[in-house]
């Protein structure tokens, strides 16, 4: 029996890369081969040498078509097979290896916003809703826009197998959560990347697309961010690893920022829940700084921090690589871990 396989990549647009995907037929049961695809047609070469190649990372099943037909996360290579410049993962898999005694963990928090046109879903045309309050975690047509996008989208994503932990409506109109994780730096951002294709995928069925963009609303209305949860072992086990891993972040702070999503100075103003981005702060229970300890967390003196910067539309490749290499190195020196 033939089957459908959907191959889904990461393009070289910027300054912030988008999903791309093919479908091939394959014979149900096969190892998904390695392919290729036109390079100059998606940001990643030029026409005179255009072959990329891709290789299969992580398969599931495909919710979409249903049956035994998958989806195929891959990395892109180029034809001598060395990582290409835009593949991201390469380098999350070299430091995810290098630290793997530190078991890291991540928890990943994908903010996002139906759109109609120009303008978020739940938005009169031509005007604006009433403002924030009401909206987040609401219920009621007044107040929630596209829940059954958000639940069938949930759906696709457990067919799919994927570790999504749970959804919310945000605070602005048409605005949405999902969880990802706990995992590892290179699940939790392969698992975010599919979580992706299949909104994006999902909404259009529904004629409505969905945006990551960090300030998707101007004005005085929230942003959307991608909060990162992250722990290594140490960390769950005592709390004084927290607070080390709290101040090797901040040492690093504008190194972070820079690499946390094309954007970040619109949506992080230290208004709406944020931490100025040229400032770098932690605190139990503080929304408003860059770190978050949550209070359960200081209470039981174990557990794990919330790095609140990262934009919607971060690279979660990038994003782990750092936080790893930055805190269980820092560990690593202090004799944490």
Not at 293 to 321: C, F, H, S
Request: hydrophobic share 35%; proline share 6%; charged share 25%.
């Amino acid at each position: 029996m033939m089957i459908k396989a959907e191959y889904i990549w990461l393009d070289g647009t910027e300054p912030a890369a988008k999903l791309r995907s093919k479908t091939k037929i394959l014979e149900a049961g096969a190892e998904p081969p390695i392919w290729g695809f036109d390079g100059s047609s998606t940001n990643q070469a030029e026409g005179n040498s255009s072959d990329c190649v891709l290789k299969p990372v992580k398969v599931v099943p495909d919710p979409i078509r249903g049956g035994e037909n998958i989806l195929v996360l891959c990395e892109v290579l180029d034809t001598d097979f060395t990582p290409h410049p835009t593949n991201t993962r390469a380098a999350t898999a070299a430091t995810a290896e290098k630290y793997a005694g530190q078991e890291s963990w991540f928890g990943i928090e994908q903010e996002y916003t139906f759109m109609v046109g120009s303008r978020p879903l739940g938005f009169p045309e031509g005007g604006y809703p009433a403002p924030q309050g009401g909206y987040y975690c609401g219920v009621g047509a007044d107040e929630i826009f596209g829940r059954e996008i958000v639940e069938k989208h949930l759906d696709n994503c457990l067919t799919a197998g994927l570790p999504i932990s749970g959804i919310n409506a945000e605070v602005m109109p048409g605005q949405w959560e999902f969880q990802v994780g706990p995992a590892s730096a290179l699940d939790v951002s392969d698992s975010l990347w599919l979580a992706r294709w299949l909104l994006y995928r999902t909404a259009e069925e529904f004629g409505v697309s969905a945006t990551i963009d960090p300030k998707p609303a101007k004005g005085d209305w929230n942003g959307a961010g991608c909060h990162t949860n992250f722990s290594t072992k140490a960390m769950r086990d005592d709390y004084e690893p927290i607070i080390a891993a709290c101040e090797a972040l901040g040492a690093k702070a504008e190194e972070h920022v820079k690499n946390y999503g094309h954007g970040i100075d619109e949506r992080l103003t230290g208004q709406h829940e944020t931490a100025h981005w040229s400032q770098f702060s932690y605190g139990v229970s503080d929304r408003g700084a860059s770190i978050r300890i949550p209070w359960q967390v200081e209470k039981d003196k174990k557990g794990y921090l919330e790095d609140r910067r990262p934009n919607a539309n971060m690279d979660p490749y990038i994003v782990t690589r750092m936080m790893v290499d930055t805190v269980c190195s820092a560990l690593e020196k202090k004799g944490l871990v």
